[in-house]
Every structure is written in structure tokens, then in C-alpha cells.
């Protein structure tokens, strides 16, 4: 199927809130990354996000050259036209942009989607993640009241964070402290200045001991009833349905299935994947090498095997480990089998 079109990720988006599940939103950096999401999610039935960050926008366009968006595009160019030969409909995304990258790749990418909207296109991705957590609050909500006009304007959904995610993602990183919970008051903020979707849709990343990267059990303490208590909050106080955000969960790789659970029941319909990603394609990758020494090496006056050291022999096997866990994660969050396109 196509990339989805912004009024199918919306009829996604509400899929997943009345359904009562989440898709995984899965981190690429290449061609391989990409075809190994688009794999896993049509093997487990499921629609699902792709998405990329300034650190993968940044090795898409070349490593030995800073070209971000122009590296954003070639990935959304790519993915429109491979995905169209699988039977699930993805969405695409840009994940985690800091104040200090909007000259350099949200906003281009932004003026890049209106141009090809006014010349009758469509937006080159469906949703932008606008990263305010290194910034108070206030200013936080102030450049999302500037992006919110300009997206809604082209059905594209912003996504904003509130509360600070610990560890390091893309060179946005944090202490993993007590500062790792967003408050009701915080989420009260981010209504009053956003609204509730009569400004524009956003996805909301509310915050609750969330950690980027890897940690082992018990090293972090998330709290996935604290999003309970601030949907109940902001319900009781401007008298709304129930689940009133449309939520993100980051810094998700190591979580318990229970709390990942909890997350869902709470509001989450999206969540990101990314570490683990990446260690099911590289462990793949050092699993083959390690069977095939003899042959992806030429070793002792020998010539190796080119049927091995071939990038695309090896690039299989990573792919569909890395599809594998998109399936799994699929399967975690309720997205599979659910496709629209089925």
C-alpha cells in the first residue's frame, strides 16, 4: 500500500485510541533499516510509524556531509515508493528534533511539504516531533504554538514532549532523576496552549520515568499510572471523554510487557522503537559473521566466499531479524492483524 495519506494516519491514529491499542513506531537510519520495518509490519498484519531522527537524517544523506532534511526526503521519498508493494499502510514520522536542529531539519521539512502540498502533492511526512524537553516549559509550549497552525494547516499531527526523558537519543540526552515525571499541572499547561484539537491534532510524549537507550531491570522506575491520574485530572477539569491525550511512549525498550500494558490502557497509541531495532539487526549481523569467518574473510592466502561476504547475504538475515521484533513489538502493543488495509 502507499504511505499513508494524512487522513488515513488520522483514521490510524483513531483506530488505535478506540481499539485500544498502540503502533510501534520503529527508528530507520538506511534502505535496509527501512525494508526490515516495512517487513516485519506486514508479516505481523499490522500498520505501523517510520520514522527518523536528525542522527539518522544525518547518515541517510551521507556521513561525510551534513544534510539533514535534504537526507529526511530521500528517506520519504524512498519509502513512498517501496512501501507500495506491501499490504500495510505505514505512516512516516521525524522523531526527536531539539531547539538547536529546527533551522536544519524540521522547518525545511516543514516549507519542503507545503511547497509540494500547494503544488497539489502531499506532505512528505505525517507527523513532526517537535523536542522541547531541554527548554522551561513556557518556551517549550510557545514554539508549538507556532508549528501546531503550519502543520494543522497541511493535516499533519505534531508531537510535542512534555517532561524530560532520561538517557541519550540522537544527542538529546538528560539525567535519569526524579525530573523524569511530567505533572498534572504541566499537562493543564500544554491544553491551554494547545487546545484539544480544535488547533490542531498533536500527540502528546508525557513523561513517566521514561529512559532512552538500555538500562537493566530495575534501574528505572516507571510509573504508567501516572497517566491514568493526569487523563483523569484533565477530564474532571474541562469535562472530557475518557483518555483526552493522544499518547506517546519513548524510552520503552526493557519495559515489562505488564507495564507496557498499563501504558496502552492509559492513552498510549504510539509507541517508539528504536534500541531494540537496532541490537536484533546488529546481533543478526555478528552471528553471521561469526558462522561464516572463513568466508566473509579471504584468511590464510585464501579468497573467502563472495556468496557470503555479499552484502546482500548477510543484509537478509538482518533485515528479517530486525522485522522479527517489529512483528514482536506488534504483537505487544495490539497492532497486529488490525492492518485497515486487510
Same mark, same amino acid.
Given at each position: 500500500?502507499?504511505?499513508?495519506?494524512?487522513?488515513?494516519?488520522?483514521?490510524?491514529?483513531?483506530?488505535?485510541?478506540?481499539? +485500544? *491499542? @498502540?503502533?510501534? /513506531?520503529?527508528? !530507520?537510519?538506511?534502505?535496509?533499516?527501512?525494508?526490515? %520495518? $516495512?517487513?516485519?509490519?506486514?508479516?505481523?498484519?499490522?500498520?505501523?510509524?517510520?520514522?527518523?531522527?536528525?542522527?539518522?537524517?544525518?547518515?541517510?544523506?551521507?556521513?561525510?556531509?551534513?544534510?539533514?532534511a535534504?537526507?529526511?526526503? +530521500? *528517506? @520519504?521519498?524512498? /519509502?513512498?515508493? !517501496?512501501?507500495?508493494?506491501?499490504?500495510?499502510?505505514? %505512516? $512516516?514520522?521525524?522523531?526527536?528534533?531539539?531547539?538547536?536542529?529546527?533551522?536544519?531539519?524540521l522547518?525545511?521539512?516543514?516549507?519542503?511539504?507545503?511547497?509540494?502540498?500547494?503544488?497539489?502533492?502531499?506532505?512528505?511526512?505525517?507527523?513532526?516531533?517537535?523536542?522541547?524537553?531541554?527548554?522551561?516549559?513556557?518556551?517549550?509550549?510557545?514554539?508549538?504554538r507556532?508549528?501546531?497552525?503550519?502543520?494543522?494547516?497541511?493535516?499533519?499531527?505534531?508531537?510535542?514532549?512534555?517532561?524530560v526523558?532520561?538517557?541519550?537519543?540522537?544527542?538529546?540526552?538528560?539525567?535519569?532523576?526524579?525530573?523524569?515525571?511530567?505533572?498534572?499541572?504541566?499537562?493543564?499547561?500544554?491544553?491551554?496552549?494547545?487546545?484539544?484539537?480544535d488547533?490542531?491534532?498533536y500527540?502528546?510524549?508525557?513523561?513517566?520515568?521514561?529512559?532512552?537507550?538500555?538500562?537493566?531491570?530495575?534501574?528505572?522506575?516507571?510509573?504508567p499510572?501516572?497517566?491514568?491520574?493526569?487523563?483523569?485530572?484533565?477530564?474532571?477539569?474541562?469535562?472530557l471523554?475518557?483518555?483526552?491525550?493522544?499518547?506517546?511512549f519513548?524510552?520503552?525498550?526493557?519495559?515489562s510487557?505488564?507495564?507496557?500494558?498499563?501504558?496502552?490502557?492509559?492513552?498510549?497509541?504510539?509507541?517508539?522503537?528504536?534500541?531494540?531495532?537496532?541490537?536484533?539487526?546488529?546481533?543478526a549481523?555478528?552471528?553471521?559473521?561469526?558462522?561464516?569467518?572463513?568466508?566473509?574473510?579471504?584468511?590464510?592466502?585464501?579468497?573467502?566466499?563472495?556468496?557470503?561476504?555479499?552484502?546482500?547475504?548477510?543484509?537478509?538475515?538482518?533485515?528479517s531479524?530486525?522485522?522479527?521484533?517489529?512483528?514482536?513489538?506488534?504483537?505487544?502493543?495490539?497492532?497486529?492483524?488490525?492492518?485497515?488495509?486487510?
Amino acid at each position: 500500500m502507499p504511505v499513508a495519506t494524512p487522513e488515513q494516519y488520522a483514521a490510524m491514529l483513531d483506530t488505535a485510541k478506540t481499539g +485500544a *491499542f @498502540a503502533f510501534p /513506531a520503529v527508528n !530507520v537510519s538506511s534502505s535496509q533499516t527501512l525494508n526490515a %520495518a $516495512l517487513q516485519g509490519f506486514a508479516e505481523a498484519g499490522s500498520d505501523g510509524i517510520i520514522q527518523v531522527t536528525t542522527g539518522g537524517s544525518d547518515y541517510l544523506a551521507g556521513h561525510t556531509v551534513k544534510n539533514r532534511a535534504g537526507g529526511a526526503i +530521500a *528517506f @520519504a521519498k524512498y /519509502a513512498e515508493e !517501496v512501501a507500495k508493494a506491501y499490504d500495510v499502510t505505514v %505512516a $512516516l514520522h521525524t522523531d526527536h528534533c531539539p531547539k538547536n536542529a529546527l533551522d536544519d531539519f524540521l522547518l525545511p521539512l516543514v516549507a519542503a511539504s507545503e511547497a509540494r502540498v500547494a503544488e497539489g502533492g502531499l506532505p512528505y511526512f505525517q507527523s513532526h516531533m517537535w523536542d522541547g524537553s531541554a527548554v522551561p516549559l513556557p518556551e517549550n509550549l510557545e514554539i508549538a504554538r507556532e508549528l501546531l497552525p503550519r502543520l494543522s494547516a497541511m493535516n499533519v499531527v505534531l508531537e510535542v514532549e512534555i517532561g524530560v526523558v532520561g538517557g541519550e537519543e540522537d544527542g538529546v540526552s538528560h539525567e535519569i532523576n526524579d525530573q523524569l515525571y511530567t505533572t498534572l499541572d504541566d499537562a493543564v499547561a500544554t491544553v491551554e496552549a494547545l487546545g484539544l484539537g480544535d488547533q490542531g491534532r498533536y500527540l502528546t510524549a508525557l513523561t513517566f520515568g521514561n529512559v532512552h537507550g538500555v538500562y537493566k531491570p530495575g534501574g528505572v522506575s516507571l510509573r504508567p499510572e501516572l497517566l491514568a491520574e493526569i487523563q483523569q485530572g484533565l477530564q474532571a477539569k474541562y469535562g472530557l471523554g475518557e483518555t483526552p491525550l493522544d499518547l506517546v511512549f519513548h524510552g520503552g525498550s526493557g519495559s515489562s510487557a505488564e507495564e507496557i500494558a498499563e501504558a496502552v490502557r492509559n492513552g498510549v497509541i504510539k509507541m517508539n522503537i528504536d534500541t531494540d531495532t537496532q541490537y536484533a539487526f546488529t546481533r543478526a549481523l555478528a552471528d553471521y559473521l561469526f558462522k561464516n569467518y572463513d568466508g566473509v574473510l579471504k584468511i590464510d592466502g585464501e579468497v573467502g566466499n563472495k556468496k557470503q561476504y555479499d552484502p546482500r547475504a548477510w543484509g537478509k538475515v538482518t533485515e528479517s531479524a530486525m522485522a522479527a521484533r517489529v512483528a514482536v513489538a506488534a504483537e505487544q502493543l495490539g497492532s497486529a492483524g488490525k492492518s485497515v488495509s486487510a
